[in-house]
């Protein structure tokens, strides 16, 4: 059975970092889709960074240049470095990962998308 546990979230003002951790338990985050996304209060999940199944890294543009997304060599941890935060990414934050073995993360969207997701973490930044 396959689980992922967020944490790291929490509370920062703008301009400041953190990372969150995503712990897979029954998966490794290897020659999948995997990723991290976000909510935030009357708005749509949208996908925030994700290593696609070539282990090719992709971010949104939002937060290009500030995000890093990382798993550590076990592949049972994947990590979200956060920096230059702003208000605006004020969120629940969730960890998503697909259980199709090497299939790009196109074809995991159009076949109605990641097979697991935590529970999230919450991220509040303050002006």
């Known amino acids: 059975q396959v689980q992922l546990m967020e944490s790291g979230g929490g509370s920062v003002q703008a301009g400041g970092s953190l990372r969150l951790s995503c712990e897979a338990s029954g998966y490794t985050y290897g020659s999948y889709c995997a990723g991290w996304f976000r909510q935030a209060p009357g708005k749509e999940r949208e996908a925030v960074a994700g290593?696609?199944?070539?282990?090719?890294?992709m971010y949104a543009d939002s937060v290009k240049g500030r995000f890093t997304i990382s798993k550590d060599n076990a592949k049972t941890t994947l990590y979200l470095q956060m920096t230059s935060l702003k208000p605006e990414d004020s969120a629940m934050y969730y960890c998503?990962?697909?259980?199709?073995?090497?299939?790009?993360?196109?074809?995991?969207?159009?076949?109605?998308?990641?097979?697991?997701y935590g529970k999230g973490t919450l991220v509040t930044i303050s002006s």
């Open positions: 290593f696609d199944s070539d282990g090719t890294t």
């Open positions: 998503g990962a697909s259980g199709m073995y090497m299939t790009p993360c196109t074809v995991v969207a159009e076949r109605g998308g990641m097979d697991y």
